[in-house]
């Protein structure tokens, strides 16, 4: 029921755009306003990855308040960590460090692979749905609104960033190669409620080649009835 109501809503939305005249990249920049000005929201981002992809991660569950903390709780296989954001300052919680601020994550370079230097170096390029689809719009190129969501391809550097995860910009990323992308976003009541784009291209990394077919979801929920919760350990490591 819920997906045939947003199905209509999407397409009187849609046509709505068309008679006012709005071009679809300025409408979809203004529901991700919209939604960024909300008092709070929830979210659920899920991936989906080849059958050969030898990284499979689970869902992250999100929440936000307007100037105030962000959380996030990801799954990756069996590990499961949580992050806490409010402002330029952050703190990550895995199994085997607790909570740690993210100078304090980074710091720890014990040699090869770190989740909990891994996962800070996310959160310092996380951005919220809000904020990220306010970037991504000018990495489109022309978008249509369609009974399906208003949807157009990525430019080759939109593409480049979310095939690396580096979905903030920071840093140095891997070299990629044939890199194609596509994007849909759906609005609803003038605000962002979901938004899915699919990248592929061959990623190198220390000199090992690596095929990406990556389909990324981001649903929205809970606006204005969001609740968030910080534990006082986490509070801490962001002071």
Not at 15 to 38: T, Y
Not at 65 to 92: C, H, P, R, W
């Amino acid at each position: 029921m819920k997906k045939n109501l947003l199905f209509i809503l999407s397409v009187f939305i849609n046509a709505s755009l068309l008679a006012a005249d709005v071009s679809p990249k300025d409408a979809v920049a203004n529901a991700a306003a919209a939604l960024g000005s909300q008092k709070n929201y929830s979210w659920q981002t899920t991936v989906e990855v080849g059958n050969n992809s030898p990284f499979k991660p689970g869902p992250t569950d999100g929440k936000t308040e307007k100037d105030g903390y962000t959380t996030l709780a990801m799954s990756f296989g069996d590990n499961s960590s949580e992050a806490v954001i409010k402002g330029t300052n952050a703190a990550i919680k895995t199994a085997d460090n607790g909570w740690q601020s993210v100078a304090e994550a980074l710091a720890d370079n014990g040699g090869g692979f770190n989740p909990a230097m891994f996962i800070a170096r996310s959160v310092q390029n996380f951005k919220t749905p809000a904020a990220e689809v306010t970037g991504l719009v000018g990495k489109t190129k022309d978008l249509t609104p369609g009974t399906n969501g208003i949807s157009g391809e990525l430019t080759d550097d939109g593409a480049k960033l979310l095939l690396t995860f580096r979905r903030g910009g920071n840093g140095d990323a891997p070299t990629v190669t044939s890199p194609k992308g596509s994007i849909t976003f759906w609005i609803a009541d003038g605000k962002l409620v979901k938004y899915q784009f699919h990248v592929t291209g061959t990623v190198s990394f220390n000199g090992n080649d690596r095929d990406v077919d990556r389909t990324t979801t981001t649903e929205i929920k809970d606006v204005n009835t969001t609740k968030i919760d910080v534990a006082d350990e986490a509070k801490k490591k962001l002071e």
